[in-house]
């Protein structure tokens, strides 16, 4: 993450440097902004590209991932982006700057951990660039997908007066994250903290560690044509929200009553002493779908969700007003949410 | 670079991980290991994919580069892939992870220098990643091209008996970094060498800074069916020398008097007391198009690109035998070229 608002620092960077009826001409539909790029390739298909790029002490540290883990989650976040799309996962570059701390057996296990991604996404791995880096690691994935052509479902198409749904539950990994630093930092000084944070529950690593895009959510919004904005969870749950109401231009009310907690979660919150409601709405890299829908399709949505195994949790709504994202506690009481995401190893 | 053979530790990273037929089935017609991959697009035409990464203290230092050098060399070295085989450049993705040296300022000044090049030649910027990085800056670009579809021009084309060309001269960009690089040692510490470096004639600067890719002579070579096989120097003519020797299993015999020595590489090189042909050999970065062609085609290939006002120079010719470089002196004594390529900043 960058100190300052990241998207306000992109747009400065890359707001009108070319003109909208170039980029029209040139065949591109969404540019800079969504979690893809689309691009006509054919009479009845678009191509979706989205690059991630991860890097070591500021994405992962040897004691928060395994080298298998960096290659495949850097596949994964990319699988996500192209599902929030309502695409189709195809092709993969990769990017790889390599310290001399990474050694060739260490290569070989990340892309271990990249291919066994790829096989279950079923993604062509076809390029990419090798070169050295004085110090820290850096993978940077490309994908390119496909969608039916002009259907990609955008952040910004949600109007007032329709549900916010997501695509399973939140905050595990942070969860995750938390309880791998937390321990480790015990382990490393030898001295147990005031309050030692317990070692995480495996569901919570592996979900930090691998997570599963909803590459057959994303698919089945599209096809059946419920979803009118989505967005993938990968900076937090308040921070994609609030992404798809600056889109949409529309106020977003979460009900923190339907939020869904894993049962995991609550628990080992529950032992670490804290309140997992902050990991849930800001900590990031889950990976689910945020999205909305018209509110007379919901029992449909539900029971189609329902049919294919797949989880689907209505947790709000969408109102007329000023971009914003709000949050109803369980007593009524509403409080607005910050736009900040989540950084993983907060620096002074 | 990296301290090994690059390339056989990429073959040993990816190579088998994906069955032939599968990625095939899966519309790759060229996957890892050329200039571009080649995916089908449509039924008239293949999409190419090109990432290139630049790390600084690796690629570039704030003595040899300015900012916005960095951003538009990071996107011309794409372009030059997509000209390697034979294609048009269309959509950008950037990259870039940030430390805390990279003002917003800076990177600002690095877009400009990004757009800049796109413009030149007609490139979409369609989207991209940004995230913050502890120390070194890594600008990653992946470029999208087309090309008629099937015709992608490789690096294993090449057969006994054919002409070897190059689009440029060569060994420019090499000599204007050993121009900043002693220059700036020498006033970094005051301390004048015992053969002072003298500062590089701006065209060798520009040349290191601002490369310009060979996107006309690509489909030239294309359009007219003439190039067997064709690489972009970027690690310079001996190591691309190599990439088609070894792809096309021939061996190339590169003439020492045909080498295209520009007259200021030359006069610059006897200031420095210097011999060139470490440059023009070993020296990458110069972005030309490094080709084969049939003999009977050379009058007209010739003709062709003087019609149009484009360099070409005859440097050598393909024989039977094991895969091999070598070079002939004016003396006509042969000698093996190494397959090293360029180490910008060869550390201890």
Redesign the interface.
């Known amino acids: 993450?960058?100190?300052?608002d990241?998207f306000s620092?992109?747009r400065?960077?890359?707001e009108r440097?070319?003109p909208k009826e170039?980029?029209s001409a040139?065949?591109?539909r969404?540019?800079?902004g969504d979690d893809?790029?689309a691009?006509e390739?054919?009479?009845d298909k678009d191509?979706l590209?989205?690059?991630?790029?991860?890097?070591?002490?500021?994405?992962f540290r040897d004691e928060t991932m395994t080298d298998e883990d960096v290659g495949y989650k850097a596949l994964a976040a990319n699988v996500s982006d192209i599902a929030a799309m309502g695409g189709v996962p195809?092709?993969a570059?990769?990017?790889v700057?390599?310290p001399p701390s990474w050694t060739?057996e260490r290569?070989?296990r990340l892309?271990d951990g990249l291919?066994d991604c790829?096989?279950r996404y079923?993604v062509?791995?076809?390029?990419?660039?090798?070169?050295?880096?004085?110090?820290?690691l850096?993978v940077?994935v490309?994908l390119?997908g496909v969608v039916e052509q002009g259907r990609a479902i955008r952040r910004s198409g949600a109007s007032p007066g329709q549900i916010v749904f997501v695509t399973g539950p939140v905050g595990l990994s942070a969860g995750g994250l938390h309880g791998m630093l937390g321990s480790a930092s015990a382990a490393e000084t030898g001295i147990p903290r005031a309050k030692k944070t317990p070692p995480p529950p495996k569901s919570l690593v592996q979900a930090h560690r691998r997570p599963a895009p909803s590459v057959k959510a994303g698919r089945l919004l599209l096809e059946q044509g419920f979803a009118s904005s989505l967005n993938d969870v990968s900076d937090g749950l308040a921070s994609e929200a609030w992404e798809i109401a600056e889109a949409s231009g529309v106020s977003i009310v979460l009900k923190e009553p339907r939020l869904p907690l894993a049962g995991e979660l609550a628990s080992y919150a529950r032992h670490c002493g804290v309140d997992p409601l902050e990991w849930m709405l800001y900590g990031g890299e889950d990976y689910v779908l945020l999205g909305t829908a018209d509110k007379s399709s919901e029992a449909e949505l539900r029971a189609l969700f329902r049919s294919e195994g797949l989880p689907l949790f209505v947790i709000g709504e969408t109102e007329a007003g000023d971009a914003g994202v709000w949050l109803d506690s369980e007593g009524g009481k509403r409080k607005p949410l910050d736009k900040r995401g989540y950084n993983h190893f907060a620096r002074g």
Chains 1, 2 share one sequence.
Do not use: C, N
């Open positions: 993450m960058l100190p300052l990241e620092l992109i400065a960077w890359t440097r070319q170039w980029l040139a065949g591109v969404i540019g800079i893809a790029a691009v390739a054919a009479p191509w590209f989205a690059v991630d790029t991860m890097v070591e002490e500021v994405h195809l092709h570059l990769v990017s700057s390599i060739p290569m070989k892309f291919y790829a096989g079923g062509a791995v076809v390029g990419g660039d090798t070169t050295s880096a004085p110090r820290h850096v940077s490309t390119v």
